[in-house]
């Protein structure tokens, strides 16, 4: 009986772990292998350097707007550099259209390891804060520097958007003499690298096409107060005031010369070509009076392009482009694009691709760099003023 109830025993517990092994869980199923990791952002510092106070700011915020606008886009269009998806990033400074605080502020900007830069605006903070970003070996586009010695350094990071004041002065020159028929002419320049240079370029050009230079005088970029030149120049009974220098000084340089009945023609470079300067000169600016030069411009199928960039900077940051915002969100997108060529945002890798750059198609045009830099086939704009808007005359080459 015992023997029995042993066997039962063993047999219930052999029958019992025999139910165990069929009921056992599956081994677990090896978990899937991770997916491979996006690749990281490649962040993109461009620097850019303007003058956001002071008499130009107007200009200065114009000229970051535009970089501001190009960034954005770059960033939405996930642009790819060297397989990784890149991050641009604006660095603005201030540089209040001075040279030592532009210098100072190109400083900061190597110090902040920057990829490359977009600037400076005026050629006398330009010039003296590209040495600093040569010997850092940082490309740098300038869309509005245009005495001819910023490219003319021997740098190899140095570019330029637009026509030089080579170019600039002469047309100028020579239209005053042929077109406007001004047989005596005097000049005002600010002693700025920009106003003199351009000045300088006026006065060969007037004196190549048959003109008389009557008298030359000079002021300085914080004047506002004219009366002792303006009354020298007016017993010489000029035709034509050539203003080398900006908008904020040749607005009350119009107002002054409407108060002292000097009735000449007023003509100047880009600096004064702006849509501020109706505001500026107030009631001392008549149609037809005042006659300027933009370093740049656009004619044919690309009208449309410009004309609806300005539509969007407008309704983006309700204002009106002043002058050189496109020249500056183009200088970035070549900047980008020459990155990209290079598969490297390091500035020494892609900078032989940017001064390779050749047939970007911008807003402003087409554009090509020289072996100095500048831009290939500059274009200038003529213009004049009625009913207090710019009115474009003639886009030349």
Known sequence: M???????????????????KKEEAPAPAPAPAAAPAAPENLVVKIGHVGPT????????????????????EL??????????PAKFELLAEDDAGDPKQGTAAAQKLVDAKVNGVIGHLNSGTTIPASALYSEAGLPQISPSATNPKYTRQGFKTT???????????STLGKYAVETLKAKNVAVIDDRTAYGQGVADEFEKAVAAAGGKIVGREF????????????????????????????????????????????KAKFMGGD????????????????????????????????????????????????????VYAPYVYDAVKVMAAAMVTANSADPKVYLPALAATNGYKGVTGTVSFDEKGDIKNGALTLMTYKGGARTTLAVIR
């Open 2 to 20: 015992q023997m029995k109830m042993k066997l039962a025993v063993i047999s219930a517990a052999v029958i019992l772990a025999a139910c165990g």
């Open 219 to 262: 002021t300085n970029d914080k004047a506002t107060d004219f009366n002792a030149i303006l009354t020298t120049l007016k017993g010489k009974k000029p035709d034509v005031v050539f203003f080398g220098g900006m908008d904020a000084v040749a607005g009350p340089m119009l107002k002054q010369m409407k108060q002292l009945g000097i």
């Open 271 to 322: 600096g004064i070509c702006s849509s501020e300067l109706p505001k500026l000169a107030g009631d001392g600016m008549g149609d037809e009076q005042v006659f300027c030069a933009e370093a740049g411009g656009v004619e044919g199928d690309q009208l449309p392009v410009m004309e609806k960039f300005r539509a969007d900077f407008k309704a983006k940051f309700g204002t009106e482009v002043q």
């Open 159 to 169: 570019f330029r958007m637009v026509a030089d004041d080579v170019h600039l002065g």
């Open 75 to 84: 960033n939405a269009a996930g642009v790819m550099i060297g397989g990784k």
């Open 53 to 72: 106070s002071g008499a130009i700011a107007h200009l200065g915020k114009d000229n970051e707007n535009g970089a501001k606008m190009a960034i954005e």
